[in-house]
């Protein structure tokens, strides 16, 4: 029994994730073949850039393959917004500023590994739209939300959806640790949204201890009456 249990050590060392950034290096990795293959072409658009650590990490892996044209971050590089009451109910063990990254830092990283002529880095609150100065402009290929505010989720969402390419792919990470009354909140976001926008959402994966993976289509036409 002590081999045994010498073995399952060695075992849940060796399967333990390691570095934080892992089930976003994972998804990249498994996404890179099912992109060349359907050749899916658009950004790479991340709402909740923090450092840009995850965006280096997309550059490095899916860039080679030749689909994917801009890299868009939104980031307000303030920490966390003003929560509602409710959020900070739900929340609260976030404060505003929490997370807060520093712009220059993370714009001068970006630019040496990225090149300025394929960045964008739009700065403040996204939530308000006309802060986003209609970013994401253009088709999207892979999503990526990493917020955890209800009204920041549903505001990256509503922006996203909507430009997702048939077949691109969505992530969002921190899935599992907004819950409410309802359910998860990433959930009835996501299914608000899509109704609203006319898209469906395919699952492709779950990525421990707190990510999913969608991928998005058009939504079948309504029947209509004659």
């Known amino acids: 029994m002590d081999e045994i249990a010498s073995d399952l050590r060695s075992l849940s060392d060796e399967l333990d994730h390691r570095h934080r950034q892992q089930r976003k290096v994972q998804f ?28 280096f990490s997309a550059h490095h892996i899916l ?6 044209t801009r890299y868009v971050g939104f980031e307000s590089f303030a920490g966390e917004p003003e929560m509602t009451k409710q959020e900070r109910s739900m929340l609260p063990f976030l404060k505003p500023g929490d997370y807060c990254a520093d712009e ?5 990283f970006l630019e040496k590994n990225i090149g300025p002529e394929r960045l964008r880095i739009v ?17 999207v290929a892979v999503g990526v939300i990493d917020c955890n505010l209800p009204s920041s989720i549903e505001a990256a969402c509503s922006a996203l959806l909507p430009r997702i390419v048939p077949g691109g792919v969505l ?19 996501l299914t608000d949204v899509a109704r609203r926008s006319d898209r469906r959402l395919v699952y492709f994966q779950t990525y421990p201890p707190c990510a999913r993976a969608y991928i998005a289509f058009d939504a079948p036409e309504r029947n209509r009456p004659c």
Do not use: C
């Not at 860039?63 to 994917?68: A, H, K």
């Not at 220059?104 to 001068?108: L, M, S, Y």
């Not at 996204?126 to 986003?132: A, G, P, V």
């Open 123 to 139: 700065k403040g609150d996204f939530r308000n739209e006309s802060t986003r100065g209609e970013e994401p402009s253009q088709p």
């Open 63 to 68: 860039d080679r393959l030749g689909v994917i």
């Open 171 to 189: 992530f969002l990470d921190d899935y599992f640790l907004n819950i409410g009354k309802r359910g998860l909140w990433h959930t009835q976001a």
């Open 104 to 108: 220059q830092a993370t714009r001068e």
């Open 28 to 55: 990249l990795l498994d996404i890179r073949g099912y992109l060349a293959m359907n050749r899916l072409v658009g950004d790479y658009v991340e709402f909740g850039l923090f450092r840009g650590e995850m965006m």
